[in-house]
């Protein structure tokens, strides 16, 4: 059998282009994205993120216009979080930041509704504007046990050495109940 050089670049060829596709799919999927270098940064602090993630999207009017960098803890214990915006963007000083949920399970991301003010945000300022994330098994918790305080559920008032599952937290909950 011979070997037809033709054959060969061919063979080459399509091998290189199936690793360009692999490395662009798997860019794709991870999320990475290069915006070039002076992006806008801003910083948003929420009392809740519920389970926002590091390189989930950041939309205007359900148009992706940046991503979270980065999410840490500030001083006054609630979550700093970190957008790396499209430098094109000229927001006012007013623009919101809501924590919302794609569909009813899924994934976070942040949503931000343009304000009217005269004066812009710069890179490195804060955003004031905040709603943290709505959190669904806290509202349906509020819903069965009627709590409109912080508290997960029956065991949440439990007197400290309890483990929570003793007879004694269910008839606490049933008078409850019955007093309602």
């Not at 409109?148 to 309890?162: F, L, V």
């Amino acid at each position: 059998m011979t070997r037809s050089p033709m054959r060969d670049f061919l063979v080459g060829l399509f091998v290189l282009a199936g690793l360009g596709a692999i490395a662009y799919l798997s860019f794709s999927v991870g999320g990475l994205s290069y915006n070039g270098p002076g992006g806008l940064k801003l910083f948003a602090a929420f009392d809740q993120t519920g389970g926002l993630k590091p390189r989930s999207p950041v939309v205007i009017s359900g148009v992706k216009v940046g991503q979270v960098k980065e999410i840490a803890l500030d001083p006054s214990f609630r979550a700093r979080v970190e957008m790396d915006l499209d430098n094109r963007l000229k927001l006012p000083t007013d623009t919101s930041a809501s924590i919302v949920t794609a569909g009813i399970l899924g994934d976070r991301y942040i949503s931000l509704q343009v304000g009217g003010d005269d004066h812009l945000l710069k890179s490195g300022d804060t955003m004031t504007f905040t709603e943290s994330a709505l959190i669904l098994e806290s509202l349906i918790g509020k819903f069965i046990y009627g709590r409109t305080g912080g508290g997960g559920g029956a065991s949440a008032n439990a007197p400290a050495g309890s483990s929570g599952s003793g007879g004694e937290d269910k008839s606490g909950g049933a008078d409850q109940k019955k007093g309602s």
